[in-house]
Every structure is written in structure tokens, then in C-alpha cells.
């Protein structure tokens, strides 16, 4: 009886396997979301060949004078310098690439850390259930409750520092949603009966978790994980543009607006860019998500 | 009815607890709150020492944190003194400055619940229209739109540039009246309300258009989702109106997620509420919880993120209320 | 048979435009209904039967669509209504209980609420009438103290009674045709013969007709006149309830009888073997005779063309090349 079970969970393989298939074809269908997976395919690029595309220029050093400006400070774009150069003379397009590298990082660390953490406990809560549950979820309804943005303010007031302190500090929030989701996922995979049928014929508690339950609660995770790139992204130059993120001499597109509003009149092309880069990775990122929760969940895609 | 509200009133006790137990240790990391008042003018040095016995500052942290929620729950020493703005307690400093965020973020959260449950609804019906993708595509613009660069742009556009509203503040200092000037304090009252929405325009523009792109995709996809249930297609069975079958059946079964949605989203207005109040110096909580973070100022820190906690747990909690009167499935079990 | 015609649906198609192809759900179904008759409509699942009747009720959603055929209703084809002329026959002449009880009514409304919204649409009374009479029919249906359940949400009844407030909104405008698309098959044994006996008892009183769908032939021949056997959206066997029982032609119908040995005519001492394998999928039919992979009678024939429905008795219709004549092959 388990043993035919077992068979059936062979067949569930090569189902699930033309089921990606499946949603890839969907995806691929979904142009918006297509033509943001490209773009992202491209700005990843950019960012890692930040160096080759700087135009010799890079993101630290100080230029000493322009042609075509009297000062090299908040000097307007000329040749060499497509964006102009910033409030302390350096080159504001090599700092939008290298910036782009800080941002991008940032929004992926954060948001693998959060769905790791939350596969985590959503798993545990979920399988477990019981006082274990009740734990991680009065303890994840704990976190929502939380008034992220001034404690984030005051957590990286604290905790000063590096690339990693802000990524730490991001990440603290940003597990939740994907803990409930997966927990709820568990809930109804439980109840299936390749679940019970491993459970009868011995398997433990961390092999039905990681072969089963994991693989099968995926779908939903790559969808939030997805979108909350684009959060983190937000987050991360929210917290650069108050100053308390990526600090100086460090380029990120948050950081690289902290003195906007003062330029705002004299140099307002240097608004515009990190602005504009950080907008359009948010929203190619909410695409992608978007394209991608209509692919896995075929009963929305009509 | 009432035994439920009863019951979820002493649920929040501990959460509120826990809240202010790491928030007041999160934030006492922040710095010794008497150390600055040193450079504090209004402050001798014994009352620096009689504060920090008051304070029980020597103490382990469960003895202040106890002595500070006590000040908290009943401030008779203000919540502690302000190093930022000198000579006033914390909660001088916090009265006088919540009722504009207070406005300016309620006011907000209304629009945006007005505007995006309709246009939810709107863009629903006509899936795959102009309108949908037109609807689609700015609520993505919404929740992909860094709050503090879409101020800024704002600020650049209508008040640098076209002169129509102003840069910052939430109102004058003083009006002309007749040739006279005027404090704005003693001007009438509905000059000064005029004065403050024309200041608060475009910060409140910001805040709903944060919310509303969020909001209007997922009552979207809820009315979608209901739309195709089975008690619709009853309904339809019956010979009601396409209009009694949208808004009374689906409607009402689409919009319950949403107020889970926009209970859950309380922290999201203080972050946004926040963010642009620092924009737009307005010199409301938000900004001053930034001010106070920047500057040390451990005591008001501590007290407006106790605040804000309360208003996101009270968020949560009027929204599950809804819930409850929404769904008639929540109050038996 | 003298009676008068109530509906008759003459070739209809329904097909469901699909990601991955097109779905003939029902494709070429005829069958005709008179006043007061009751039509059981079986086949297994998946063979269309929900389908042809969301049809009549002009209930389709996207992607499906009705591509073609009539629904003649009281002599007028109901799929050349307008909208609006269809709403006001939905509920009040023709009138349908769902196959889900648990998801079919509204959770944030109450019972009475949902019944007596029909009585308010269709009838010209006040709501204090509607109330008693939505009380009445609560009462008539079975549902003990109606007074009370008028004011009870859906989640705080059983699947039983919920079934039963199903009928009472379905029958609360005293309709000409009742579709009831395997009202009973979410409930168990007990409640289902209760409910059954209340929609015989409720036919004869109201004298309405019943288009009754199942894929079990045991209620069709406790509960209906004649009987139409459905195989992947088209109709293979069509005659009334004692022929089929009597004498069924149709390899499928067969087997489908198989499955309930006590209904088998006496005769049959030797049964067939049961139906073997799946009903076919919707993007993938068999070429020929949509039953050949599964009939134990296929030829070659079977294998390239459809067989048209055909008279092999005085008013019994059976789709097959090889007919089988139970009385032959026992004698
Ligand atoms: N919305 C839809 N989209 C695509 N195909 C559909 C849709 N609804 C029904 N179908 C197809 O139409 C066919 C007939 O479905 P129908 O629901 O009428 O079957 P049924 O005979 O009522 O079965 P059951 O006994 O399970 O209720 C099925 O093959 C199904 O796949
Ligand atoms: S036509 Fe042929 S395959 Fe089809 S049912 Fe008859 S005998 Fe079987
Ligand atoms: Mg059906």
C-alpha cells in the first residue's frame, strides 16, 4: 500500500516537471513580465561590468576640473561624463553603476534571507503545528506588528556600519509573509497523501519537510520572494537617502539622493537617475512577480 | 460580539508589552539619555543626577524599563526630557506635534481606502480593457515608487518649477491681512485649515499614492477571485440584476480580504507617514522620530516608537473588528 | 406522451476556448423534456453534464461559449434572448440546485436573505410577505424550525440542510423545469434518500419538470421518466427509464449498469466486464467512436467513424455500430 504510494510520488516528479514547463510557457506569454525579466537580465549585467562600462571613470576618486564647468563639483554631463559629476566631483555615472551593484545586492540578499528564514519557520510551524505553531506565529503576528520603518531607523542608528549591518537590518523584517504562506501551504500539503504515505513508512520529520513539503510550497515563495526584491530595493535607499544605510564614500542610488533636495536647483539631473533606476527596478521586479504568480496559479490566468 | 472584543483587547496586552519592552531596549542602545543634557542649559548638574535616580538609570534594564512604562502609562515625569528641543519633556514635544501627522496621514489612508477599492473593483469588471491596464499599470507605478523620490519630484515639479504648491512646511508663519500681518495663530480659522491643505497637498498625494497601487491590484484580483465563485453563479441563478450579483454578492465576499490587507498595512503608513514628513519638513511625529534618531534624542525616540507600536496594534485591531462585522464565519468560531 | 412540450434542446454545443485547446464540454446534445416529466441525464464525470445545463440556464462563463443548437423553452429559443429576458426566466420558470452545497451559498448572508431575495425579484410582494412565504418554503423543505433558520448564516448548517435551502430558494417561484445537477451526490446515504424523496414529493405537488443530472443510473430509475446517457458531451443512449433498464443497447450504458448488478435485468446471468480505463481527455478524443478505446465490441469501423444516433427501437436512441441486444445474446 505505501509502496504504491511511493510509486506515485515518481509520477508526481515528472508531473511537476512539465508543470514548470508549463509555467514557464505561461511566463513567457505574460509579456510585461518578460520584457522585465530581460531588462533585469540586462542591469544585472550592467552592474557586473560596472568597471568596463565606467568610461575609465571610477566611482571614488575626485576629478579635479572640467572643460566645460568652472568647478568640477556639481559640474552638468559633458564627454566622458554622461551623468555630470556629484556634489563632491566624482562621476556620477560610473556611481549609478556601482550604486546599482549595492541596490541589487541588497534587494537579493534580503530577500533570499527572508524566504529562507521564513521556508524556515513557515515549515516547522506547519508541520509541527501544536505549541510549536502557536509560537512562531504569535511570534511572526508579533513582528507584523511592528512599526518597521522607525525601528529600522533606529536599529541601523545602532548598529552603524557596513553593507552586511544593513542587509541584517533589512532582512530582520522581511521574512513574515513568506512564513505565513508557507505555514498555510504545509497546512494543505499535509493533508495529501504523499505526506501521509512517507509518514507511514517511516520517514523523519526533516526528510518529509525537505523532499516533500519544501519542493511542493515552493511556487508561492518564488512569487513573494520575488516581489519582496523590490520592497528591499526600497527599503535599502530609503534608509541610504535618511543617511543611515549604505554610507559614503560607498555608492548606492539611495545614498546618491541624500543631498538631492539641496541641488535640487542647481543640479537636478542628479536627481533624476538614481530616481529613475531605482523606479524602474522596482517595477520590472513587481512585473516579473506579478507575470509569475499568474503563471503558477493557473486559476487567476484567463 | 462582545466577548470577542473582549477577548482580543486582553490579547494585545502582552504583544503591546513585548513591543515596548524592545523597543525601550532597542532604542536605550541609542545612547545615555543624560549624558547630552550636560550640554542642556536649562539643566544643573544635580538635576542631571536627581533625573538619572529618578530614572533608575543604574539600574539592569528590567528596573528602567519598568520605570519608564510607568512614566509612559502615567507620564509624571513628561516621558523624560528632550536633548533635541531643550527644556521640554518628550511628551510636550510629541503633543504638540502629533495632530498634523495624525491629519495628514488619516487623511491619506481615507483617500487612498476610497480610491482603491472602487478602481479595484472597476478595473475587475473590465478585465483586459484600456481602463484595466491603464488601472494596472499605475497601481504598479504606486508600489514600485520610492516614497521619498516621488516627494522629491513632486516638490521639483509643483513647487520649483510651476510655483503651485509649496516645498515644505504645513502652513505660513504669517498671513497679510489687509496690509497687516498676521500670526498665523491668530488668524481665522478657516484661513489657517485653507493654509494647511494647500501645504499638505502634495505630501498627501505622496502617502496615497503609496497605498493605493497595493491596495486596488489586490482588490482586484479579489473580485476576480469571487467573481467566479459558486454563490455568484447561484446568484445569477436566481434572475438577480447583474448589479444585485456584483455589488451584493461578490462585492461584499471581495472587500473582506481587503480589510485584513489594510489592518496589516498600518506599519506601512507610519514608515511612508514618516518618510514624508522628512521630505516635506513638516514637523510632525515622523520627522521628529528621524530628528531624534539623528540626534540622540533617547527619550523622545523611545516614547514616539511606543506610540507608533500602539497605532499599528490599534490598526490591527479596529481592522480585525471589521473583519469580524464583515464575516459572519469569524464571531461563532 | 401526449403531453405537452416544456423544453427541447435541439443539437447544442458548448465549447470552452482553453490555453491548451478547445474543449467540446457538449457537442450535439438533443434530448426534449415535457411538463411535469423528469429527464435523468447520466454519464461520468467530466462528460458535460454541468455544462449543458449552466447551457439552458444561459450560465456559461469565459472561456466556454454556446456555439450552437437551440434551447427551446415554452415554444421560444432561449438562446436568442436578450440578457435581460433571461434573467427574469432564470429563478422564476426555470430554476437550478447546484452540485456543491458547501460553496453554492453566499457565507456573508443569511438563508433567508439569500431565499427571499428570489421571491423579491420575481414576485411583486413587500418583504414581510416574502419573509413568511421564504418561511414556508423552509418549512416545507424540511428544515425544522424555519422561524430560526431564517436568520442563520450558511456555515451554521449541516450540508443536508443546506441542500434543502437550496431547494427551497430553487423552487421558491414555483418553476416550470427544476435542473438539479447532482443535488445530492456531496451528501451522504441517509440525507441523500431525504432529499430525493422531498423533490419527488415536491414534483408531484408543484408539478414541475426535472431535468435530474447524475452519474448514478440506481437514482435515475428511482427517480425519473426517461433517461439520457452522456459520453464525452454527446448523447449515446436516449429512452425512457424502464427501456434503458430493460433493454440498454449502448456498450457504455451497459457497463454503466454493470456497476449496479441487483438493476440488471434477471435475464443477464452472464454480466460484461465493467467499464475499463478513463473517460478520454477533453484535448484528446479517440478518432471514430469516442467509447472505442474502452468498448469491449470495437471494430474497425468503431475505430474511424462516429456513429450517428439512431431509433433501434420505437423511441430508443442508442450511438453505436454494434447495438447490444441483451435479449438476443441471453436467449
Ligand atoms: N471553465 C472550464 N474551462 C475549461 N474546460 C471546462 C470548464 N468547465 C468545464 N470544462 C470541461 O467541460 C467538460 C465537461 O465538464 P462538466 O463539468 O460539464 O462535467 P460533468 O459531467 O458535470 O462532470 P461531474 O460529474 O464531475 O460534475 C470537462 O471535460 C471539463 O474539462
Ligand atoms: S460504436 Fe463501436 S466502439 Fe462505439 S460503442 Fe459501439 S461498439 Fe463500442
Ligand atoms: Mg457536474
Not at chain 3, 143 to 169: C, L, T, V, W
Request: charged share 20%; proline share 6%.
Amino acid at each position: 500500500m505505501a509502496n504504491e504510494d511511493y510509486v506515485e510520488g515518481g509520477i508526481e516528479t515528472s508531473e511537476s516537471y512539465s508543470y514548470w514547463r508549463k509555467v514557464f510557457q505561461r511566463l513567457k506569454k505574460h509579456k510585461i513580465a518578460m520584457v522585465s525579466l530581460w531588462f533585469l537580465v540586462v542591469l544585472i549585467l550592467m552592474a557586473v561590468f560596472a568597471g568596463p562600462l565606467s568610461f575609465g571613470n571610477n566611482p571614488y576618486s575626485y576629478i579635479k576640473s572640467v572643460p566645460w564647468a568652472p568647478r568640477p563639483e556639481l559640474a552638468p554631463p559633458g564627454p566622458g561624463h554622461p551623468l555630470g559629476l556629484d556634489n563632491m566631483g566624482r562621476d556620477a555615472w560610473s556611481r549609478l553603476l556601482y550604486g546599482g551593484r549595492v541596490s541589487l545586492a541588497v534587494g537579493f540578499i534580503c530577500s533570499f534571507i527572508g524566504a529562507a528564514v521564513g521556508l524556515f519557520f513557515g515549515l516547522i510551524s506547519g508541520y509541527f503545528g501544536g505549541i510549536t505553531d502557536m509560537l512562531i506565529m504569535r511570534f511572526t503576528d508579533f513582528m507584523l506588528s511592528l512599526p518597521v520603518l522607525p525601528l529600522m531607523v533606529v536599529l541601523s542608528s545602532v548598529i552603524k556600519g557596513s553593507l552586511w549591518t544593513i542587509i541584517f537590518v533589512i532582512s530582520i523584517f522581511s521574512w513574515m509573509g513568506v512564513a505565513r504562506l508557507v505555514r498555510g501551504e504545509v497546512l494543505s500539503l499535509k493533508e495529501q497523501e504523499f505526506t501521509e504515505a512517507a509518514r507511514a513508512i517511516g520517514e523523519t520529520p526533516g526528510r518529509i519537510m525537505w523532499i516533500h513539503l519544501l519542493p511542493n510550497s515552493m511556487a508561492p515563495v518564488i512569487v513573494a520572494a520575488t516581489l519582496a526584491i523590490s520592497g528591499n530595493i526600497i527599503y535599502e535607499a530609503t534608509l541610504s537617502f535618511l543617511g543611515l544605510g549604505i554610507r559614503q564614500p560607498t555608492p548606492s542610488w539611495g545614498n546618491m539622493l541624500n543631498g538631492a533636495q539641496t541641488f535640487m536647483l542647481t543640479a537636478p539631473w542628479l536627481m533624476w537617475w538614481p530616481g529613475i533606476a531605482i523606479l524602474v527596478t522596482t517595477l520590472a521586479f513587481n512585473f516579473l512577480g506579478d507575470g509569475l504568480r499568474d503563471a503558477l496559479d493557473p486559476r487567476l490566468y484567463r | 460580539m462582545r466577548n470577542y472584543l473582549i477577548r482580543r483587547s486582553l490579547e494585545l496586552i502582552p504583544v503591546l508589552f513585548a513591543i515596548a519592552f524592545v523597543s525601550f531596549w532597542l532604542v536605550s542602545k541609542m545612547g545615555d539619555p543624560f549624558a547630552v543634557l550636560v550640554l542642556n542649559p536649562h539643566v544643573r548638574p544635580e538635576d542631571i543626577q536627581r533625573l538619572r535616580h529618578i530614572w533608575h538609570w543604574d539600574d539592569p534594564l528590567v528596573v528602567r524599563f519598568w520605570y519608564w512604562l510607568k512614566d509612559f502609562v502615567w507620564p509624571r515625569q513628561g516621558w523624560g526630557l528632550s536633548t533635541l528641543a531643550p527644556g521640554q519633556t518628550a511628551l510636550q514635544l510629541i503633543s504638540r506635534r502629533i495632530p498634523v501627522t495624525i491629519a495628514f496621514s488619516s487623511t491619506s489612508l481615507i483617500a487612498a481606502i476610497i480610491l482603491s477599492i472602487p478602481l479595484g473593483v472597476y478595473s475587475a469588471l473590465r478585465q483586459y480593457s484600456v481602463a484595466d491596464y491603464i488601472l494596472t499599470f499605475f497601481a504598479f507605478f504606486g508600489m514600485s515608487m520610492p516614497t521619498f523620490w516621488f516627494g522629491i519630484m513632486l516638490i521639483y515639479l509643483f513647487a520649483v518649477k510651476l510655483h503651485w504648491f509649496p516645498a515644505a512646511g504645513y502652513h505660513r508663519a504669517f498671513f497679510i491681512i489687509k496690509g497687516v500681518p498676521v500670526m498665523f495663530d491668530k488668524a481665522p480659522r478657516w484661513m489657517q485649515f485653507l493654509d494647511e491643505a494647500w501645504h499638505l497637498t502634495l505630501p498627501i498625494t505622496v502617502l496615497t499614492v503609496f497605498q493605493v497601487g497595493g491596495w486596488l491590484r489586490y482588490m482586484r484580483s479579489s473580485m476576480l477571485e469571487v467573481k467566479s465563485m459558486d454563490y455568484v453563479r447561484t446568484a445569477r441563478a436566481k434572475g438577480l440584476p447583474e448589479r444585485t450579483v456584483i455589488y451584493k454578492h461578490a462585492f461584499r465576499n471581495a472587500v473582506i480580504p481587503i480589510i485584513t490587507l489594510i489592518g496589516l498595512s498600518f506599519p506601512g503608513l507610519i514608515g511612508g507617514a514618516m518618510i514624508t514628513e522628512t521630505v516635506f519638513a513638516i514637523d510632525g511625529i515622523g520627522r521628529l522620530t528621524y530628528n531624534a534618531v539623528m540626534s540622540q534624542d533617547v527619550f523622545v525616540a523611545m516614547a514616539l516608537i511606543m506610540i507608533f507600536s500602539i497605532l499599528v496594534v490599534i490598526g490591527n485591531f479596529l481592522a480585525d473588528i471589521f473583519y469580524a462585522v464583515a464575516d459572519p464565519r469569524i464571531r461563532y468560531s | 406522451m401526449e403531453k405537452e412540450v416544456l423544453l427541447e434542446v435541439k443539437d447544442l454545443r458548448t465549447y470552452f476556448y482553453t490555453e491548451d485547446g478547445v474543449v467540446r464540454a457538449v457537442d450535439g446534445v438533443s434530448f426534449t423534456i415535457h411538463k411535469g416529466e423528469v429527464l435523468g441525464l447520466v454519464g461520468e464525470s467530466g462528460c458535460g453534464k454541468s455544462v449543458t445545463s449552466l447551457s439552458i440556464m444561459r450560465l456559461v462563463d469565459a472561456p466556454g461559449k454556446i456555439v450552437g443548437g437551440q434551447i427551446i423553452f415554452k415554444g421560444e429559443d432561449l438562446l436568442k434572448k436578450s440578457e435581460e429576458e433571461m434573467r427574469k426566466i432564470r429563478g422564476s420558470e426555470i430554476a437550478m440546485i447546484f452540485q456543491e452545497p458547501m460553496t453554492a451559498l453566499n457565507p456573508v448572508y443569511t438563508i433567508g436573505d439569500q431565499i427571499m431575495e428570489a421571491i423579491l425579484t420575481h414576485q411583486d410582494v413587500n418583504e414581510e410577505e416574502a419573509k413568511k412565504q421564504t418561511i414556508k418554503l423552509l418549512d416545507l423543505v424540511g428544515i425544522p424550525d424555519p422561524k430560526k433558520r431564517f436568520n442563520e448564516y450558511p456555515h451554521e448548517m449541516s450540508g443536508g440542510m443546506r441542500q434543502r435551502a437550496m431547494i427551497a430558494m430553487a423552487i421558491s417561484c414555483n418553476p416550470d423545469l427544476l435542473i438539479s445537477d447532482e443535488a445530492t451526490t456531496a451528501l451522504d446515504v441517509t440525507i441523500q434518500a431525504q432529499i430525493l424523496e422531498l423533490m419527488k414529493d415536491l414534483q408531484r405537488k408543484i408539478g414541475m419538470a426535472i431535468l435530474f443530472i447524475t452519474h448514478d443510473l440506481a437514482l435515475v430509475a428511482e427517480m425519473t421518466d426517461s433517461v439520457a446517457v452522456t459520453y464525452t458531451g454527446k448523447i449515446v443512449e436516449y429512452s425512457d427509464v424502464r427501456s434503458i433498464f430493460k433493454n440498454p443497447h449502448h456498450p457504455y450504458t451497459y457497463g454503466l449498469l454493470e456497476s449496479i448488478p441487483s438493476l440488471l435485468s434477471e435475464k443477464t446471468k452472464e454480466p460484461l466486464p465493467a467499464i475499463e480505463g478513463m473517460v478520454p481527455s477533453p484535448y484528446r478524443m479517440p478518432k471514430g467512436c469516442h467509447f472505442n478505446p474502452r468498448c469491449p465490441f470495437a471494430t474497425d469501423i468503431c475505430r474511424k467513424e462516429m456513429p450517428e444516433l439512431k431509433e433501434v427501437e420505437p423511441n430508443h436512441l442508442v450511438r453505436c455500430f454494434h447495438p447490444v441486444n441483451v435479449k438476443e445474446e441471453v436467449s
